[in-house]
């Protein structure tokens, strides 16, 4: 009886997707959920071993490299470039649950507009040696 009403469970959870569908959507976004809890598990090992670092992808800007510079330099802060402009969902996630405990360490040591500086000094730099 007890294995009748798990099998069903079981079932109705799989048939609406609740319990096996590894999608997240997040407004116009879609992210794989075993790839942020990845992410964010990976984040925690680097956090506590005294590793800070951020994943990127896309396409970036033309002093970037000065950032990236900047970033390991001042803070120790490594920019993890892990894909170009074409992502999927695993990649999306792990970036998602990896940043989020990252910037959150990051954030707590250095302050809330880290990147900010950092990214306007960089473009500063580059505008001074690049006119």
């Known amino acids: 009886m007890k294995a009748d009403i798990l099998a069903s469970i079981i079932a ?46 896309g396409l970036k800007p033309e002093w970037s ?11 120790n802060i490594e920019d993890r470039c892990v894909a170009g402009c074409v992502v999927d969902d695993k990649i999306i996630g792990h970036l ?15 302050g809330s507009d880290i990147f900010d500086r950092t990214d306007n000094e960089a473009r500063a730099l580059y505008k001074k040696e690049y006119p």
């Open 12 to 57: 109705i959870l799989w048939l609406t997707g609740g319990f096996f569908n590894d999608q997240v959507k997040d407004g116009s976004s879609t992210y794989s959920r075993r790839a942020y809890l990845a992410g964010r598990a990976a984040a925690e090992r680097d956090t506590k071993r005294g590793i800070l670092a951020v994943e990127s992808v």
């Open 96 to 110: 998602r649950g990896y940043n989020e405990v990252s910037n959150a360490e990051i954030t707590r040591r250095f």
């Open 65 to 75: 490299g000065e950032y990236v510079r900047l970033l390991k330099r001042r803070y």
